[in-house]
């Protein structure tokens, strides 16, 4: 027995792989935001899902060329490691276990309880809605500590549900949206509504909104080591699979203009697919269903998450960093799963979702304040988190355009390394645009929360996974 995994994959295979991994619950609220942000306009809608889905491509092409060249690399911490050294990959690392993952799980089980709200005929936001995301959170977090193998099974089928709504609305919506003439006029009156809208984000706020729904092409290029010719599958799988989840997201928003204006799009707010779906099959049953499937896939991905989520801060104590290392790195013998891990990220997670579910959305509610007057909830942490992610890529990237050539890179994939950078600069500046000064607030919470991390490094115990 050797411990080489076998090269079993094909480029159909593959490129399934990265649509399955990147597909997810992120375009159905999403897209709303983006909307939104764009003020009603379809065209300007549809452009920011295609910078966005360009950024994925560029920046994925960047790893899939490191993961051909350092075969040992399963993630973006061992990228980090072998691009600037064993402490940016504890750095990258213990973001990734405290806010990363935590934040988009937190988020997640909100946003999975909203759906269910409207389903259920009560309000999207308050106290009924924060207690149903708390439950949510609470079981993906029992279910992946306590029976992993369960996990499991249900991130597989899960998977499968989320395609089954995007795939319907898309091809059905467009089809007949072109047929009565709706979805071309909305070009010309998203456009009117847009410049008289003057609250609207943008694009830049609508990119940085949207990133969420590309999230996830990064653990696609963890499979090199299985393709049978990864050197030239891996970089077409994760085009052509980018390419496709574009499309897809296109159709998408795109088909919701079948049976809707502008006005109605806007004012439909979260309920949005489960109005665009009665009207299209004239039916409210229509609708019921696609809300179950969103719920749903909303679950599936929260639970995917939450995955990570537990095991965060084991993956950093078997580096012998972090607090207690040596405890938190042990695996429990009956489940199979680093309990210790499983519980800090637990309280990770509910300290996020207070921020998330109790103070950014709900802040009125719970406090009687109008609007979100104060640092605390005064940011999106879902939106933020992720393109911080990409600013940790960006010293990554670099490495590849000055010392690239001394490790074998060849001048293109170099090339293509400077285009990661300018994206994942550009991802930065919209933030910045679409959060303006309430960033401030965020950098400080993500600097001490960094600064605390680096006091549990320990130098003695750091190493490089490439001699």
Same mark, same amino acid.
Not at 69 to 82: S, T
């Given at each position: 027995m050797g411990n080489k995994l076998e090269q079993k994959f094909g480029l159909v295979t593959a490129i399934?792989?990265?649509? *399955?991994?990147?597909?997810?619950? *992120?375009?159905?609220?999403?897209a709303v935001d983006v909307l939104h942000n764009c003020g009603g306009d379809m065209g300007k809608s549809l452009l920011v899902i295609g910078i966005v889905g360009l950024i994925c491509i560029v920046c994925s092409c960047v790893f899939a060329s490191?993961?051909?060249?350092?075969?040992?690399?399963?993630?973006?911490?061992?990228?980090?490691?072998?691009?600037v050294g064993p402490r940016f990959a504890y750095n990258v690392g213990w973001f990734m276990s405290t806010m990363y993952y935590p934040i988009i799980a937190s988020t997640l089980a909100f946003i999975s309880a909203r759906y269910a709200a409207i389903l259920l005929g009560f309000d999207d936001f308050g106290f009924f809605t924060i207690g149903l995301g708390a439950f949510f959170l609470m079981c993906g977090v029992c279910v992946n500590a306590l029976a992993p193998k369960l996990a499991?099974?249900?991130q597989v089928s899960m998977t499968v549900i989320k395609l089954i709504p995007l795939l319907i609305m898309g091809v059905i919506g467009t089809i007949i949206g072109l047929a009565n003439g709706n979805s071309i006029d909305i070009f010309e009156e998203g456009a009117k509504l847009a410049a008289a809208t003057a609250d609207a984000g943008g694009v830049f706020a609508g990119v940085c909104a949207?990133? &969420?729904?590309?999230?996830?092409?990064?653990i696609a290029t963890t499979i090199n080591s299985e393709l049978r010719n990864p050197k030239k599958d891996l970089p077409k799988a994760l085009i052509v699979g980018a390419l496709f989840c574009t499309a897809i997201y296109m159709i998408y928003v795109f088909s919701m203009s079948a049976t809707m204006s502008a006005q109605e799009i806007l004012d439909a707010g979260n309920a949005l697919p489960k109005i665009a779906f009665s009207r299209l099959f004239h039916t409210e049953v229509a609708g019921t269903a696609v809300m179950v499937f969103i719920i749903i896939s909303c679950l599936g991905t929260m639970n995917g998450? !939450?995955?990570?989520?537990?095991?965060?801060?084991?993956?950093?104590?078997?580096?012998?960093?972090g607090p207690k290392a040596d405890i938190i790195a042990e695996v429990d013998e009956s489940t199979g799963m680093p309990l210790k891990s499983c519980i800090i990220g637990a309280l990770c997670g509910a300290f996020w979702y207070f921020q998330c579910?109790? $103070? &950014? /959305?709900? *802040?009125p509610c719970v406090t009687g304040l109008t609007g979100n007057p104060t640092w605390l909830f005064g940011w999106e942490a879902d939106e933020i988190v992720i393109i911080t992610l990409y600013a940790f890529y960006i010293p990554i990237? $670099? &490495?590849?355009v000055l010392k690239g050539g001394k490790h074998g890179f060849t001048g293109a994939q170099r090339f293509l390394a400077v285009l990661g950078t300018?994206?994942?600069?550009?991802?930065?500046?919209?933030? /910045?645009?679409?959060?303006?000064?309430?960033?401030?607030?965020?950098?400080? !919470? /993500?600097?001490?929360?960094? $600064?605390?991390?680096?006091g549990f490094y320990k130098k003695e115990n750091q190493k490089n996974i490439v001699a």
């Open positions: 399934c792989m990265v649509v *399955g991994i990147v597909i997810g619950s *992120g375009v159905f609220f999403k490191m993961s051909n060249k350092y075969a040992g690399c399963n993630g973006v911490v061992d990228y980090a490691e072998v691009a499991g099974k249900l949207f990133a &969420f729904a590309y999230e996830g092409w990064i998450i !939450t995955m990570a989520m537990m095991r965060g801060f084991h993956s950093v104590a078997i580096r012998g960093q579910a109790i $103070l &950014f /959305f709900n *802040g990237f $670099l &490495f590849l300018v994206a994942c600069l550009f991802l930065c500046y919209c933030c /910045f645009k679409a959060w303006g000064p309430f960033m401030v607030s965020y950098l400080v !919470t /993500f600097a001490v929360i960094m $600064l605390v991390g680096n």
